[in-house]
């Protein structure tokens, strides 16, 4: 069965959803600016114009506030995957997949907040289970994306390893580049470290190619 394009959000989901990601950017950059032990929920919604019950409406705590930010980059590389030709993804098109996943809507300050955000989990371990946590939820979803695709046919271990390998290697890129003072866009941006650390694995350990 080929995967379902996905269903058009409402516009009453759309602005729910905008108003999370405003949420999250207003967090992420608190954070990335003072760190998560001086930043109190109630700074983030005032911050963000909102009262702090409909801050709690969104998020259960301040720190779980980031995840819709950290989770965009998921969500469009799942949607590039899932549009493209019902069979397993090659290695270009996985690139492509990479290059819609870290370009981010605010970019390069979107990007610049998740390296401040990313540098701040060394200190808080609540930060640090949900970036792992959506980058395994990220994983998992590929996969089943990757099984729609090719069908009853498909080698499951093969896309395990497709879908973990290709997970990896943006976390590892957007870590590596966030641990430095690399650029947003091109040589040693994350999209250039990530399509690098793929080309290393389809190399030498994946069966993907671009044939």
Do not use: C
Request: hydrophobic share 45%; net charge negative; no cysteine.
């Amino acid at each position: 069965m080929s995967a379902q394009p996905p269903r058009r959000p409402s516009l009453a989901e759309r602005r729910k959803a905008e108003t999370r990601l405003d949420i999250a950017r207003t967090a992420a950059r608190l954070f990335a600016e003072h760190g998560t032990a001086d930043v109190t929920a109630e700074q983030i919604a005032a911050e963000a114009g909102i009262g702090l019950r409909t801050f709690y409406r969104y998020s259960r705590t301040k720190e779980e506030a980031v995840e819709p930010l950290l989770a965009t980059g998921a969500q469009r590389w799942l949607e590039v995957v899932a549009s493209g030709p019902h069979r397993l993804p090659m290695l270009p098109e996985l690139e492509q997949a990479i290059r819609a996943a870290l370009t981010f809507d605010g970019a390069p300050e979107d990007l610049e907040t998740t390296r401040g955000l990313i540098r701040a989990m060394d200190d808080d371990p609540a930060l640090r289970t949900i970036w792992h946590r959506i980058n395994m939820e990220s994983e998992r979803d590929l996969y089943r994306v990757l099984a729609d695709l090719v069908g009853p046919t498909a080698d499951l271990l093969q896309l395990r390893l497709i879908a973990a390998a290709a997970a990896g290697a943006i976390r590892i890129a957007v870590e590596q580049w966030a641990s430095g003072s690399g650029p947003t866009s091109g040589t040693g941006s994350p999209v250039d470290l990530a399509l690098h650390a793929l080309r290393i694995l389809a190399a030498d350990a994946l069966p993907i190619n671009s044939e």
